[in-house]
């Protein structure tokens, strides 16, 4: 297996929006067992990252609000254990995030 590509990946998301501009978004992203040593020593197993989204959508104006990893779902980008090192290096997947946004369209 090729270091650092998924096994396998796959989406869905879904959308419900009201005749009055609310709208609420939901989905996942599903990532396969990843490795990340060309020996296929290291690993990670699949893991599933969560997301919504609702807010008002009235012509050219949004203003949501979101949640991003909603499991809080921890995992890692990048990996790797250096010989003589007693920790990894790693970067770790983005945690719980929450946030507002509005936007113009012209």
Same mark, same amino acid.
């Given at each position: &297996?090729?270091? #650092?590509?998924? %096994?396998?990946?796959? @989406?869905?998301? @879904?959308?419900?929006?009201?005749?009055?501009?609310?709208?609420?978004?939901? @989905?996942?992203?599903?990532?396969?067992?990843? #490795? +990340?040593? %060309?020996?296929?020593?290291?690993?990670?197993?699949? #893991?599933?990252?969560?997301?919504?989204?609702?807010?008002?959508?009235? %012509?050219?104006?949004?203003?949501? @609000?979101?949640?991003?990893?909603? =499991?809080?779902?921890? #995992?890692?980008?990048?990996?790797? &254990?250096?010989?003589? =090192?007693?920790?990894? =290096?790693? &970067?770790?997947?983005?945690?719980?995030? +929450?946030?507002?946004?509005?936007?113009? %369209?012209?």
């Amino acid at each position: &297996t090729v270091p #650092y590509v998924p %096994e396998y990946t796959a @989406g869905l998301v @879904g959308q419900y929006t009201h005749s009055l501009g609310l709208f609420v978004r939901g @989905g996942g992203n599903l990532v396969g067992k990843t #490795y +990340f040593d %060309e020996a296929n020593t290291q690993s990670q197993d699949s #893991y599933w990252v969560f997301n919504a989204k609702a807010g008002y959508k009235r %012509e050219h104006v949004t203003v949501a @609000g979101y949640v991003n990893n909603i =499991l809080d779902e921890q #995992y890692y980008t990048y990996r790797v &254990t250096i010989n003589g =090192l007693d920790n990894d =290096l790693a &970067t770790t997947g983005s945690p719980r995030t +929450f946030g507002v946004e509005a936007s113009v %369209e012209f």
